[in-house]
């Protein structure tokens, strides 16, 4: 639990998250039970 809380101290600028984001839209889902719009931002 003392791991856990320590990441709350954590923070990403805003390149750092676009960066995340661009690299996680490039993984191939596999066995998708939602529908794509479950996948999408509201």
Same mark, same amino acid.
């Given at each position: 639990?003392?791991?856990?809380?320590?990441?709350?101290?954590?923070?990403?600028?805003?390149? =750092? *998250?676009?960066?995340? +984001?661009?690299?996680?839209?490039?993984? =191939? *889902?596999?066995?998708? +039970?939602?529908?794509?719009?479950?996948?999408?931002?509201?």
């Amino acid at each position: 639990m003392k791991e856990n809380l320590g990441a709350v101290e954590i923070s990403f600028t805003s390149a =750092e *998250l676009t960066e995340f +984001r661009n690299e996680l839209e490039n993984i =191939e *889902l596999i066995g998708v +039970r939602e529908p794509a719009s479950a996948l999408v931002d509201a």
